[in-house]
Every structure is written in C-alpha cells, then in structure tokens.
Nanobody
Framework: QVQLVESGGGLVQPGGSLRLSCAASSINFSIYVMGWYRQAPGKQRELVAAITRGGSTNYADSVKGRFTISRDNAQKTVYLQMNSLKFEDTAVYYC?????????WGQGTQVTVSS
C-alpha cells in the first residue's frame, strides 16, 4: 500500500509563506508523477502544481510565480513552497502520486490565509 503523509499546513497572514511536505512510503517513488491539489469550501478539487520524475513542472495560473513544487527522490518527499499567500489560497491541500495503475492521495493538510 502506498502511503502519503502531508505536513506543514497552518495559519498564515496574507503575504506570508508556508512550505508543505508530502512523504511517501512503500513505493518506488522516483518514477511517479507527484502533484499538489487543493479544495476550498464550496469548490471542486483543483490541480495546483505537478512535477514529473524528470523534473518538469506545471502550475495553475492562479499560483504561477508564487508557488514552487520540488521533489527529493532520496527522501521520497515532494514539497510545495508557497509565497505571497492570498486569502483565496485558503484550502485543504492534498498530495497525489500517479502512474500506471496507481492513483494515491494523502489525507490533506489545512492552509488558512487570514489576517
């Protein structure tokens, strides 16, 4: 079984920063696409950022230039550095791992941007 555990969420003021982490276990981590999704109240889950095993990245337009996704294959961990946070970034953030026959999700971590 693939297990994904997110951490790093919390309460932050507008303009502040947070770094989310997602640690994977029981998997050949390096070959899979990793992504961060988020779901805000009243909205559908949406892709925030993704990174391939080769390091190619994609970002939602709403976070481009503010968020950075990265991965450490030795540590089996994917990160999401979030800068210049806005109120509308408030959501539960989920880690995702995808590949042939695999689509795994973490439990989610709450990010709240509030003054």
């Amino acid at each position: 079984q693939v297990q994904l555990v997110e951490s790093g969420g919390g309460l932050v003021q507008p303009g502040g920063s947070l770094r989310l982490s997602c640690a994977a276990s029981s998997i050949n981590f390096s070959i899979y696409v990793m992504g961060w999704y988020r779901q805000a109240p009243g909205k559908q889950r949406e892709l925030v950022a993704a990174i391939t095993r080769g390091g190619s990245t994609n970002y939602a337009d709403s976070v481009k230039g503010r968020f950075t996704i990265s991965r450490d294959n030795a540590q089996k961990t994917v990160y999401l550095q979030m800068n210049s946070l806005k109120f509308e970034d408030t959501a539960v953030y989920y880690c995702n791992l995808g590949g042939p026959g695999i689509n795994a999700w973490g439990q989610g971590t709450q990010v709240t941007v509030s003054s």
